[in-house]
C-alpha cells in the first residue's frame, strides 16, 4: 500500500519522544571550560524526537558536561523529504516558519545545534538557496552548526572538560553524504580522534540509501548495489561499533552487511550516531 519494499528496514517509533515533558534535562557544568561562553538551541529534528531520542541524549549530556547552556526545541520538520520530492514551496513555507521560531534564540546570542547532518544542510544551504532575500534564512544559516562540527568547535575554541576515556573497540565511521555536501571537513571523525587511543576506521561513500529513495519497491535491490562497496568495506573493518552521522545510512549500511554473502566478521547488533559514542566515552551513557 506504500509502495515500500518489505524487506527494506524501517526506523521504528520510539516509546518517549525527546522532548517529552517527563525528562529530565542535564546542568551544564560549573568548572567546564567553555562555562558561561557558549549558548545553544538545539534542532532535535524529525528522526531524533520520534525515533532516536538517544541522540538527543547524548547531545545534551555532552553539551551540559562542557558547560554550554542549551535547550531543546522542534518547532517544525526541516522539509528535506519534501525537496526530495520537489515540494518546493512546502519547504519554503516550513522554512520560514521554523526561522521565526529560531531567530529569537540567535538574537539571544544562542548558536542552533543540528543533530542530523540532512537537516543541518538544509538550514545551512538549502533554505537560503530557495530564499535567498530573506533575512531570518541567512541569519539562522551563519548561525547553525551540525553537532559534531560544533562539539569539535568547543574543542578548537574553549577546550574540553576532562572524563574521556578509551572505548572498548574499534569504530568503523561511514561519512554522511549530507556531512560531506556542508563543506565543514570529517567533523565526525575529528570528534572520535578526540577520544584516547580511538581507532576510527573511515568510510567515505554513498551508503545507497538515498532517503525515502532506498526503501521503494523497485529500488532496494539498486540501493543495496549501490552501498556494496561501503559493506564490504565495513565488513573488513570488522568493528565493534558503526557509526554514521546519519542514521538511515547507518542502518542501510548494516542491513547491507547482514544481507551480504562477501566477507567475514560479526555484523554489529546496533548503529550509533558519533556523538552517542563519545558520549561512552565520557561515561555519560551506556
Keep these: 500500500v506504500a509502495g515500500i519494499d518489505r524487506r527494506a528496514e524501517l526506523p521504528r517509533y520510539a516509546a518517549?519522544?525527546?522532548?517529552?515533558?517527563?525528562?529530565?534535562?542535564?546542568?551544564?557544568?560549573?568548572s567546564a571550560p567553555a562555562f558561561g561562553k557558549r549558548k545553544a538551541v538545539v534542532y532535535a529534528t524529525c528522526f531524533t524526537n520520534y525515533n532516536s531520542p538517544s541522540i538527543g541524549i547524548a547531545t545534551?549530556?555532552?553539551?551540559?558536561?562542557?558547560?554550554?547552556?542549551?535547550?531543546?526545541?522542534?518547532?517544525?520538520?526541516?522539509?528535506m523529504p519534501q525537496l526530495e520530492q520537489g515540494d518546493i514551496a512546502r519547504v519554503a513555507d516550513g522554512a520560514k516558519a521554523v526561522a521565526a521560531e529560531l531567530l529569537p534564540w540567535i538574537e539571544r546570542g544562542y548558536d542552533v545545534v543540528a543533530l542530523v547532518p540532512s537537516?543541518?544542510?538544509?538550514?545551512?544551504?538549502?533554505?537560503?538557496?530557495?530564499?535567498?532575500?530573506?533575512p531570518a534564512i541567512k541569519r539562522l544559516s551563519e548561525a547553525t552548526y551540525d553537532v559534531t562540527e560544533y562539539v569539535v568547535d568547543i574543542a578548537a575554541e574553549e577546550g574540553l572538560a576532562g572524563g574521556l576515556g578509551p572505548l572498548d573497540g574499534?569504530?568503523?565511521?561511514?561519512?554522511?553524504c549530507h556531512a560531506r555536501a556542508q563543506n565543514m571537513?570529517?567533523?565526525?571523525?575529528?570528534?572520535?580522534?578526540?577520544?584516547?587511543?580511538?581507532?576510527?576506521k573511515i568510510i567515505?561513500?554513498?551508503s545507497g540509501h538515498g532517503g525515502a529513495w532506498g526503501v521503494r519497491k523497485g529500488n532496494f535491490d539498486a540501493a543495496l548495489k549501490v552501498g556494496r562497496p561501503v559493506v564490504r568495506q565495513a565488513k573488513e573493518a570488522n568493528s565493534r561499533y558503526l557509526a554514521s552521522e546519519c542514521p538511515l545510512a547507518a542502518a542501510h549500511i548494516r542491513q547491507g552487511m547482514a544481507l551480504s554473502g562477501e566477507g567475514d566478521g560479526d555484523i554489529p547488533a546496533s548503529t550509533?550516531?558519533?556523538?552517542?559514542?563519545f558520549a561512552k566515552a565520557l561515561g555519560l551513557v551506556t
Design 185 to 200: 571537513g570529517r567533523k565526525a571523525a575529528e570528534l572520535l580522534n578526540l577520544i584516547p587511543r580511538a581507532e576510527v
Design 60 to 79: 545534551e549530556a555532552v553539551l551540559a558536561h562542557n558547560g554550554v547552556e542549551f535547550e531543546t526545541v522542534h518547532p517544525r520538520c526541516c522539509g
Design 119 to 134: 537537516c543541518a544542510l538544509m538550514l545551512k544551504f538549502e533554505w537560503p538557496l530557495i530564499l535567498p532575500d530573506d
Design 170 to 176: 574499534s569504530v568503523t565511521l561511514h561519512i554522511a
Design 16 to 30: 518517549e519522544t525527546l522532548l517529552a515533558p517527563t525528562r529530565e534535562r542535564p546542568k551544564p557544568n560549573t
Design 204 to 206: 567515505e561513500r554513498c
Design 272 to 277: 550509533h550516531h558519533p556523538i552517542e559514542i
